[in-house]
């Protein structure tokens, strides 16, 4: 089965600065990578996905995300955050040929201090 | 139409109460999932429906009880709840459940309140 880890739960950053997020997975095959937002009181929307192809992804409010295969990982970043970002973001993993079950990490609150 | 629609919003319920929650979706898709999730926690999977058939069931309480009478809808019926299952609960949908490159598209949630 699939695993996810997100570092650093709690992140506190002022407007404008670089956002990075971390997030590493443990599976042995092929996977379908996923960052989901999650807006105070608001539903999961998908901010990007990774299937195949060029690595470095780019995703809906400015964000992308690279997977690099040998480090398991796919990071999120922003160049510049605003006060809007404010948010739960969460990494996910699936099998690329499984039953679609969903790993997800255990968040990232992120707060964007005006 | 890319959406998922989740009814109700909010629902609080006593202990000994009976209720339904609803999910639909007009996007063709074969595979719904319901998923709970605890504040600031990330989603937990409950069920997931593959071609109206339930696939999986994450070892979910017999109180909560899904069913999917169509390919647009899944319901969740809940039955003599325990206040530690006030969450909110999330439906998803996708293509499908195998094979590749299926995103999960989630709806809004249903609030739910157990007291």
């Known amino acids: 089965a699939q695993s996810v880890s997100q570092h650093n739960h709690h992140v506190i950053l002022s407007e404008a600065a670089s956002l990075e997020l971390g997030c590493n997975y443990s599976?042995?095959?092929?996977?379908?990578l996923f960052w989901y937002v999650q807006y105070p009181g608001q539903h999961l929307q998908l901010l990007l996905k990774y299937f195949s192809g060029d690595p470095l992804v780019k995703g809906i409010k400015g964000f992308e995300a690279e997977f690099i295969k040998s480090k398991f990982s796919f990071n999120l970043r922003k160049p510049s955050v605003q006060w809007s970002d404010t948010a739960e973001y969460f990494c996910a993993v699936n099998a690329r040929y499984g039953n679609n079950r969903l790993a997800f990490g255990k968040g990232n609150q992120v707060v964007v201090i005006p | 139409d890319t959406e998922v629609t989740q009814t109700p919003k909010h629902l609080v319920m006593g202990m000994t109460n009976k209720k339904s929650l609803k999910c639909e979706q007009h996007?063709?898709?074969?595979?719904m999932y319901w998923y709970k999730q605890k504040a600031k926690k990330p989603p937990e999977l409950m069920f997931v429906?593959?071609?109206?058939?339930?696939?999986i069931n994450e070892s979910v309480p017999s109180r909560f009880s899904p069913e999917c009478p169509n390919s647009s809808l899944l319901n969740l019926h809940l039955h003599a709840l325990q206040p530690e299952d006030s969450a909110l609960y999330l439906c998803?949908?996708?293509?499908?459940?195998?094979?590749?490159?299926?995103?999960?598209?989630f709806g809004p949630g249903t609030r739910l309140t157990v007291l």
């Open positions: 599976y042995g095959g092929t996977v379908n």
């Open positions: 996007m063709g898709h074969r595979a």
């Open positions: 998803a949908s996708s293509q499908a459940t195998g094979g590749i490159n299926h995103e999960q598209f």
């Open positions: 429906y593959s071609y109206e058939k339930l696939s």
